[in-house]
C-alpha cells in the first residue's frame, strides 16, 4: 500500500506523472468522480472525537494528496506521532489548538492556534496536537501523498508498548519497573486535563528551529481582491518552511467563477467550508465532468487537469483548496487566449478576427 510513497518527491507535486506510465484511474474513457462527502462519512470516533479521511481508499483518483477532518474535545490530545510517507499542513475552523514537533536538529517549537490559522510538518517530523481551552477544536489535516492514511501513523505508544521492558529501561537508563503500566497498545487520542494557558517548557528548555511552523493565513491582508471574491494564499513564499504545500481559501459571491485553468506543477485537492461549488473537469479526449461540492465535501483535481469552480448557491461560499507544490502556479484560460494572437485566435476557431478582439486583453482568474 505504501510502495508508491517512494515516487513522492520532496519537492512536491505528483511524481507518478513523470514516468509516462498512464494513470489507471484517470486513463479510462469517462473520468472518474472527484468527489468525496467527508463530513458524512464515518471515519473513527473516540468518546466525541473523531478522524474522517479521504484517501485514495476513499477517493481512488487523489493520489497526490490525502486530507482529514478532525475534532478534538476539550483535555483531547492527538498523541506524539510522525507520518514516515507524508508532510501535514493543517487549517484550522474552529476552536483553539496548541501543536509541539520536533525536528532533526533537536529544535522543538511549541504554538497555538486559532481559526484561519496554518501548521506545516515536514515529513517524518515528530509532532502532538492538544485541544486547548473549555470548547472542542476542528482542523483539516491535509497529507502530500494520497495513499497516507491517518491510522497508519507511528504512534509512541505503539512503539514503546511493543518495546521490550528491558530495552526501555536501558535505553532510558531507569529501571525496567518504570515501564511496567506504560499503555501497551496504540493510545492514538489521550484524555487529560485541559492544557495549561501558557505552554509549559520542554524538558531540555526552549529550543526554537529557524522557521516557524505556524502561519496566520486568515488574519493576512488578502493575497488578492477580485470582483466576485477574496483569496489567501500560503506558498513558500509566504510560509518558508512549507516547501511541499501551497495552501489557498478562496470567498466567492453569489455567482462567482474561478475561472477555466489548470495547474501546471500541482494536483489540486479542496474541501468546501461553506456554501455550494460546482466544480467542473476537463480530462482530454473529449472528457468532462462536473460535480457539485457542498458544506463538508472534497474535490480533487489531478495535476494539469483543466478545471472551473463557480459558487451555483444562495450564499457566500467559502472553499479551501491545497496544492502538492511549495510553488504556486496556474494558467487561466484568459490568460492563454490574451497571449495569442487575434489571427491565431480566429484560424484556430475558424472565427471572424472581430470576435477575438472583444475577449478580455488580460488574465481574469476570478468574475461573476
Ligand atoms: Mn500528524
Ligand atoms: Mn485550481
Redesign the pocket.
Known sequence: MFTYSALVSSEGGDASFQNNVPDPATSGKELPTFKFELEKSEGRAIDGSYGKEATVAQLPISKGLAGVSMLMQPGVMRELHWHATAAEWAFVIEGQVRTTVIDPSGSSETNDFAPGDLWYFPRGHGHVIQTLGDKPCHFILVFDNGYFSEFGTFSITDWMGHAPQELLAKNFRLPASAFETIPKKEVYFAKGRVPPAFPPAPLQGWKPPPLTHKYSLLSQKPFEVFDGGVEWRADGSQFPISTTITGVVLDMEVGAL?EL?W?PNAS?WQYVLSGDLRVTLFGSNGRWRQETLSKGDVGY?PQGFG?SIENVGSGRARIL?VFNSGHYQ?INLSQWIAGNSIDVLATNFGQDPALFERFPHEDVFMTR
Do not use: L
Request: no cysteine; proline share 0%; hydrophobic share 25%.
Open positions: 474561478r485553468h495547474h489540486e483535481i478545471h483548496i496556474t
